[in-house]
């Protein structure tokens, strides 16, 4: 049961990665938000991901499959490209949600953060490289939010 980003909220996702600070022209839709990802997502919304939740650059370079030379690149140019923004974007659902779920942004990142025996004892933050386990985290969420046990 993953949820859209409508489901989310798209102000939340938003505001997750900065906002208006980050961006200049805000997506309003789903739709301005894919073309947004496909031309690439500020480099600013990972940084304001990152810091959000207390994540090391070495978690970017492992997330997002990069180097640090090439993140650093990314940086420089002040954007990432299509697959590091869909990346960005993975982070920025799974913290929004958590969010909504939770109540609360501190609530939501001691989640985040801590080893759940429903992932096989991994941290959720640890399983969002691969969709499969992005998906296996917002089913856990949804459970929560549902009350089911878990």
């Known amino acids: 049961m993953q949820e859209t980003t409508a489901a989310v909220g798209l102000p939340l996702l938003i505001d997750v990665m900065g906002g208006r600070e980050v961006f ?10 894919i073309a947004q990802v496909r031309d690439g997502l500020p480099y600013q919304a990972l940084a304001v991901l990152l810091k959000a939740l207390n994540l090391p650059a070495e ?7 990069i180097t640090k030379r090439t993140l650093q690149r990314r940086q420089q140019k002040a954007k990432l ?23 609360d942004r501190s609530r939501a990142i001691d989640w985040l953060h801590a080893e ?24 856990l969420l949804g459970r929560i939010e549902y009350g089911v046990y878990s």
């Open 59 to 65: 978690f970017a370079f492992s997330f997002l499959g």
């Open 81 to 103: 490209d299509t697959l590091e923004s869909d990346r960005v974007l993975r982070l920025a659902r799974v913290f929004a949600s958590s969010i909504s779920v939770f109540g």
């Open 116 to 139: 759940n025996v429903n992932l096989g004892g991994q941290k959720p933050l640890a399983c969002l490289d691969t969709e499969i386990g992005e998906q296996r985290v917002m089913d």
């Open 24 to 33: 200049r022209k805000s997506p309003k839709t789903e739709e301005a938000l």
